[in-house]
């Protein structure tokens, strides 16, 4: 069972890192984002939980 919660929070900590990296991107200028060949930011299509 501790082994499962690990692997959630885990899971839960890079989804976190994941999600501020591509803010961070997301908030470059445009003309920034295209040198580096980041693209437009797109509508989210992550899953939301509801807690």
């Known amino acids: 069972m501790f082994k ?3 692997r959630i929070a885990a899971a839960l900590k890079q989804a976190g890192k994941r999600k501020e990296t591509k803010r961070a991107l997301d908030n470059l200028s445009p003309e920034i984002r295209k040198d580096i060949g980041w693209s437009e ?3 989210s299509d992550e899953i939301r ?3």
């Open 4 to 6: 499962t919660l690990g």
């Open 41 to 43: 930011p797109a509508p």
């Open 49 to 51: 939980l509801p807690f």
